[in-house]
């Protein structure tokens, strides 16, 4: 199956991405890497990678429907299995997220349904939340609403700050995206009405 990766900034995902993409058996290819902004360090990421990008600037559109409409021609032009949402930061509009339904994965700095949208680990602080994570979904129309494939945890310690507890999520999130990309390459799970279906053996 081929892979594009969507990003808009740093791209640590997109590097365990490519990193676990260079595995022998690996069963996956990231045939494109997609960026909203000109100036992502995801992109240098990609082209020392040697993959294929594009950018579309979001600034350089009047509306989000035709911001999406572009995205979604360059996309075609790649013919992906999977898109990848890799910390990309823009809100797809509905059409485009049917268009890929089911192909269309994103990785969220929280536990799932806990904080949808931005400030995650603030607000899992604020809260006094002992236990913070990060969670892969299928991407559906409800802003990070889609159904959970899989999360990890991380344990909130005293003293914990947005920025060490941001540190401790982006270590499980760089395992635990290419183990579900890894999953979808294989075939093992797909997006049900609103649910998943995982089908083989764990880890
Ligand atoms: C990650 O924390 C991800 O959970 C969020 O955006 C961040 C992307 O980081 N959606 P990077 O660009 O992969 O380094």
Redesign the pocket.
Known sequence: PTILVL?????????ALIEASRERDFPGQIAAVGCNRPNAF?LERASQAHIETFVVDHTKYDSRDEFDGALMQEIRRHNPDLVV?????RILTTDFVRAFRGQLL????SLLPKYTGLNTHQRALDAGDTLHG?SVHFVTEELDGGPVIAQAEVAVAPGDTTESL?EK??EK?HILYPIVVRWFCEGRIQLGSDYVTFDGELL
């Open positions: 990003a808009s900034g740093s791209g640590t995902n997109l590097q995801a949402l890799a910390g990309f930061m994103n990785i969220h700095p990060v941001a999520v982006q999130e």
